[in-house]
């Protein structure tokens, strides 16, 4: 995880000192590989739909629960700017390969916040 940081930071030559010569500088490729992460990031941040069911949706009773459950699970994210959170959380994912998450109590609001985690040295 340092080798990854050090590369996404610009210092890449403290990861591979003889790898470069003078046609390709090290600063030129670092900032290459840190755009391309970013990049990706960006296309896998956006959320998908949240939406709840029930095992059986024949009555109207059923179909309404389901819809408030999905409504409820929309305000918590949306609420925990869980989309703002996931062009960082993505860019994590994909340098570290994980993302950690955590679901704690705002005691302000009376409801669960969702956070993201850095997951250097996890």
Do not use: H
């Not at 918590?76 to 993302?99: C, E, F, I, K």
């Amino acid at each position: 995880m340092r080798d990854v940081l050090s590369v996404r930071q610009g210092d890449i030559s403290k990861v591979f000192p003889s790898m470069f010569s003078e046609d390709y500088p090290k600063p030129l490729v670092a900032n290459f590989i840190d755009v391309a992460a970013r990049d990706l990031a960006e296309a896998m941040a956006p959320l998908p739909s949240f939406n709840c069911s029930a095992t059986n949706m024949v009555s109207d009773a059923q179909r309404k629960a389901a819809d408030t459950r999905t409504r409820i699970a929309n305000y918590y994210v949306g609420s925990s700017d869980l989309q703002l959170q996931m062009y960082t959380g993505a860019d994590w994912y994909n340098t570290y390969g994980l993302l950690p998450a955590i679901i704690e109590m705002d005691y302000e609001t009376n409801n669960p916040r969702i956070r993201l985690l850095n997951p250097f040295g996890v």
